[in-house]
């Protein structure tokens, strides 16, 4: 299905049923922001946003090429401030395809693909192996980090195998390319595999370099093979 939609570009990667908390600023953005509180409807106050490929979510050039797949997202919360800045929370829905975006308005504006959510509806049932591999994964990840940083993560994982992927892929420090793949992942199975083999490798990381966060670690050249 296709549609236009408001469109916010992030140096991040919004995964679905995931909540995110936003700084807003930017004249274009802050626009955006007063567009949707102009919907009656909160649930109608929705947004796209895609990754930046290249450039910066700010400044006199910005944005110069952006990922095409995206999340679909709705803005929950928001608080306006006096110098006419908004800090929101808003949840990822479910993926689009962006086929183009317009600039000329007062706020971007995407021509966008509803990815098909055939899957979302009839899923491919997950392996238990799969999903507990995983969990457990994650669990020996919090335990390295403990004591480096507080816990990326509280209370229980999501039972859901689909849920649980999306929520792994958020809480794991990875760069913004490896984020995007396990968007772009089409099964929730595969997307399980590929965030247990990414966990692994931070994991295989911090052991050589144990004084360094996770996050740094994945910036250096170092590898684990």
């Known amino acids: 299905m296709a549609a236009t939609m408001p469109m916010f ?4 990667v919004i995964y679905p049923g995931v909540s995110v908390p936003l700084h807003v600023f930017e004249d274009r953005y802050r626009a955006l922001v007063h567009h949707l509180l102009r919907v009656e409807d909160p649930i109608d106050r929705v947004f796209g946003s895609v990754a930046i490929r290249e450039g910066y979510e700010v400044g006199e050039h910005g944005t110069q090429s952006l990922f095409r797949i995206g999340c679909r997202v709705r803005m929950t919360q928001v608080q ?8 929101l929370v808003a949840v990822g829905l479910d993926r689009i395809r962006l086929d183009r975006l317009e600039t000329g308005s007062q706020f971007p504006v995407g021509h966008v693909e509803l990815i098909d959510d ?5 899923p491919r049932p997950v392996a238990e192996s799969v999903t507990e591999l995983a969990r457990a994964t994650f669990g020996a990840y919090r335990f ?4 480096l940083r507080s816990d990326p993560f509280s209370g229980p994982l999501p039972r859901d ?5 999306w929520t792994l892929a958020a809480c794991a420090p990875l760069p913004l ?10 099964d929730a199975a595969e997307r399980l595999i590929m965030v247990t083999d990414l966990l692994r490798s931070e994991l295989r990381a911090m052991n050589v370099i144990a004084s360094l966060p996770a996050t740094d670690v994945a910036r250096t050249r170092w590898s684990p093979n």
């Open 144 to 147: 390295a980090l403990s004591e």
């Open 9 to 12: 570009p992030l140096n991040a």
């Open 177 to 186: 390319s490896d984020r995007q793949a396990l968007l772009e992942t089409e």
């Open 118 to 122: 055939d899957r979302a509806r009839r």
């Open 80 to 87: 306006a401030h006096p110098d006419g800045t908004f800090d």
């Open 161 to 165: 195998a689909e849920f649980l992927s």
